[in-house]
């Protein structure tokens, strides 16, 4: 007897070549946007960088969801579970890098006379 498709799924996402396209689409229009935002004058100065990061994290976003399949179904829990783990690491080794820096630097500069 052999395992039905349920028995056999490991938890990985379902990819179609669909949802590939999308996600391709919906990058490069991302992409593009942010480009137009920095040289094209899209949006005012003072927002700019605002306006790149909320493009770079719905960017991120559709990465995420569209090709590494990362959602909150219950086969995906446990890859979810490992990326949120991961980044919080990420955060907490980049956050300390700079904490570290930033006091090295304050300690270190000479006295200004």
Known sequence: MSPSASETDHGGGH????????????????TGASF????GG???QPLRLTAIVVLCVVQLVA???LFLHIGAGRS?????GIF???????AIVVAGSLWVMHNATQNMMPMQL
């Open 63 to 65: 990465q995420l969801v």
């Open 84 to 90: 949120l783990c991961t980044a919080f690491l990420i």
């Open 36 to 39: 137009g935002v920095v040289m």
């Open 42 to 44: 899209w949006v005012p």
């Open 15 to 30: 990819a179609t070549l669909k949802g590939y396209i999308i996600g391709l689409l919906l990058c490069l229009v991302l």
């Open 76 to 80: 995906q829990r446990e890859n979810t």
